[in-house]
């Protein structure tokens, strides 16, 4: 029996916690949602943002709550789609607590990379001072490197630098190979692959030789820099503690391999994505939908948080968007809330024709800014560009200044410019402009060239008909043949059928006159605007002559000053946009054109399931811009290609909402308006592709 005595029980006091002291008070200033995202713990983490529901607001805030806890600015990084925004960001961090986040790295993914590159692009073959070919850069070596090799670019129409440059942008961006690319996007290119194949990897060398890397390159390089050195991808991951990703339903496959290597090495990688499934409809530019849905996947013990309260919309606008986005089977379940009171029902409204639908627009316009609401709070969205053309007529017929925010006005496009260029000179065969612009369409044919043809021609009568008899052979041998093709065009161009039938001579210049084969190797989105033209043509089906519909169109693109609505501020303009242009950006009322079948979703893009739902996804999109009144239009007839009126089926995003989700209208004749005198809407310059959301409420902001 031992004498010793017990040992002690141990107990542990523990002190109460003193609460953590914020300079913020981020329980006052979130919601409940966006403060478990500030708030949500180291991992890896996924932020599903829904429309209008302040995702930039819980960034901001997610930044200030890491560096009040802590954490030194210069282990941030931030890539955002957009300098500014990455700006705007760190802008109101130094608001919120005064801290200095010029240490922080920040930027879009290209500005970053380039950074991060230059003091180590010797091991890839550069030196530090490396330059960055822009766009106008790339496009002209490519040119120079088909020129090196003598491709006979005259023989066979052989792709542009603009659109060779896409075609390597989207390869590089994608991870498509070359030759499954042009299979698939530009298969008319096929017979010319191996001359393609050969000028790129010319231009790789000249890139090298110069010491300069084109866009795709600070992206494609860097990836090279952190895959063959992982020295240098693991000083990354010990670098930058917190990455955060802004956008990131649009980050393409490069973009995502690049924020998976940085914190490959880590061991619980603190990297946060924000973005919204529902809203990614770039593919066409190589966003990757499926890098958002598999973060998790390629990052197990991933957190997803949702952001579902909306401070935008009127809750009978969202009850219709879920309601749409519901039916697409790829996506993270959410619902958006609305804090707003209930609202009007949403519209869906059935027009006569896309006459009648420009008409509707129209006067709903004026009344809704009779109303109370300004025309800039007013926007009219639509799938594709030619959707708006007759829209743009009847504003202008009634004095509605409008802006487009979509490119440019119809009839500025270049692509229409120059297929109307054939029917002036055939109205005018002394339009010197007309004649020297087609001719430049020719390869090989600049303005020298075309100035040395109409000197030739342009003192007689009909200059026109005495380039029809000129000796071909004394011209150039490398254009000679195209010359020959387009004296032939312009000789059938001029029978009195065509003549009489502006729609007819408007197919004629793009199936025979060739105008198809330009497009397709000047544009990337060649079929997009040779939809544009097919439109053009349906325009002119109601004209008997080519002399009156060019009246019409150029009078319809003279600007004048004296467009205005009686009481108009000086800058109030109804907006124009195509929805992809529209994205992160809202107006109190929304109008969505032309939802027909096989126009919107596009005949094309509905061929997969996977583009259908993007199809769908552009249609949320659409939706989720309106703040108080969405108003959904669908023509019910339409011409076909031969001028007969055929029945057109509503959109199937219309046919699969329950009936309960809006109200439909329909149309009455009334008295005609009084005649006003109409006048052209200000000329204005392509908008800025606008990309970061400004949210309306404070709880957003």
């Not at 919204?276 to 991933?302: K, M, N, V």
């Not at 519209?347 to 800014?369: H, I, K, N, P, S």
Request: hydrophobic residues 40%.
């Amino acid at each position: 029996m031992s004498d010793e005595a017990p040992a002690p029980r141990r107990y542990v006091l523990r002190r109460a916690a003193v609460p953590k002291s914020y300079r913020v008070d981020y329980a006052r200033e979130l919601n409940e949602e966006q403060k478990a995202v500030v708030f949500a713990p180291d991992g890896p983490t996924v932020v599903v943002a829904g429309a209008g529901s302040g995702k930039t607001r819980a960034l901001v805030y997610r930044v200030s709550r890491l560096i009040e806890d802590g954490a030194d600015p210069a282990s941030l990084l931030l890539l955002t789609f957009t300098n500014r925004a990455a700006r705007e960001m760190k802008r109101r961090v130094e608001a919120l607590i005064g801290a200095d986040l010029n240490r922080a790295t920040a930027g879009t993914f290209h500005s970053v990379a380039a950074r991060l590159l230059r003091p180590h692009a010797e091991l890839l073959g550069y030196r530090q001072n490396f330059g960055i070919l822009d766009s106008e850069d790339s496009k002209d070596l490519l040119e120079s490197a088909t020129s090196d090799l003598g491709v006979p670019v005259t023989e066979r129409r052989f792709p542009k630098g603009d659109l060779l440059r896409a075609i390597v942008s989207l390869c590089v961006n994608t991870g498509r190979p070359l030759d499954d690319l042009i299979t698939a996007e530009h298969p008319h290119f096929l017979p010319q692959l191996d001359a393609i194949r050969a000028v790129v990897h010319r231009y790789l060398e000249r890139k090298v030789a110069a010491n300069g890397m084109d866009y795709d390159d600070l992206l494609l390089n860097f990836k090279r820099l952190l895959a063959e050195h992982p020295g240098i991808r693991k000083s990354f991951g010990e670098r930058f503690r917190h990455v955060l990703v802004d956008e990131y339903q649009d980050v393409n496959r490069l973009q995502a391999d690049l924020v998976d290597l940085v914190v490959k090495d880590v061991e619980t990688p603190n990297v946060m994505v924000v973005g919204d499934d529902a809203q990614s409809i770039y593919s066409f530019r190589g966003a990757d939908f499926e890098a958002l849905l598999g973060f998790g996947e390629r990052h197990p013990g991933t957190r997803v948080f949702s952001l579902e309260t909306n401070y935008r919309s009127t809750p009978e606008i969202l009850r219709l968007a879920d309601a749409s986005i519901a039916h697409n089977t790829r996506r993270f379940e959410k619902s958006l809330r609305a804090t707003r009171p209930a609202g009007v029902p949403v519209a869906v409204v059935g027009t006569a024709d896309v006459v009648q639908q420009a008409e509707f627009v129209a006067q709903r316009v004026l009344e809704l800014r009779d109303e109370g609401t300004p025309l800039a709070e007013i926007a009219v969205l639509y799938r594709a560009h030619y959707q708006a053309l007759e829209l743009q007529i009847e504003l202008t017929r009634r004095g509605i200044p409008y802006e487009i925010r979509s490119g440019m006005r119809f009839f500025e496009q270049q692509h229409v410019k120059d297929v109307l260029a054939y029917l002036r000179l055939l109205v005018n065969p002394k339009e010197e402009t007309a004649f020297k612009r087609i001719l430049k369409l020719l390869p090989k044919v600049g303005e020298r060239t075309a100035a040395t043809l109409w000197a030739a021609v342009g003192g007689n009568p009909d200059p026109v008909g005495s380039f029809l008899h000129l000796d071909m052979r004394k011209a150039p041998a490398g254009v000679q043949g195209a010359l020959g093709k387009l004296a032939k065009t312009l000789e059938l161009l001029r029978r009195p059928s065509i003549l009489s039938a502006p729609a007819e001579a408007i197919r004629f210049v793009v199936d025979e006159g060739g105008y198809a084969d330009v497009a397709k190797s000047k544009f990337e989105n060649h079929q997009t605007r040779l939809d544009d033209l097919e439109a053009l043509a349906q325009f002119a089906l109601p004209y008997d002559g080519v002399e009156r519909f060019l009246e019409e169109v150029t009078l319809f693109g003279e600007p004048s000053g004296e467009t205005v609505v009686a009481g108009e501020k000086d800058d109030e303009r109804l907006v124009l946009s195509s929805i992809h242009q529209a994205k992160g950006l809202e107006w109190r009322a929304v109008f969505v054109l032309g939802l027909v079948e096989d126009r919107f979703p596009n005949v094309r893009a509905a061929r997969t399931a996977e583009g259908l739902e993007e199809e769908r996804r552009l249609f949320y999109v659409a939706a989720t811009r309106a703040k108080d009144e969405l108003l959904l239009v669908h023509p019910l007839a339409a011409f076909d290609r031969y001028g007969i009126v055929v029945v057109t089926e509503p959109s199937r995003f219309l046919n699969e909402l329950p009936e309960d989700v809006y109200e439909r209208w329909v149309l009455e004749p009334g008295p005609p308006l009084p005649e006003v005198a109409g006048a052209n809407a200000p000329r204005l310059g392509e908008a800025e592709d606008p990309t970061v959301e400004d949210d309306p409420e404070d709880l957003v902001n």
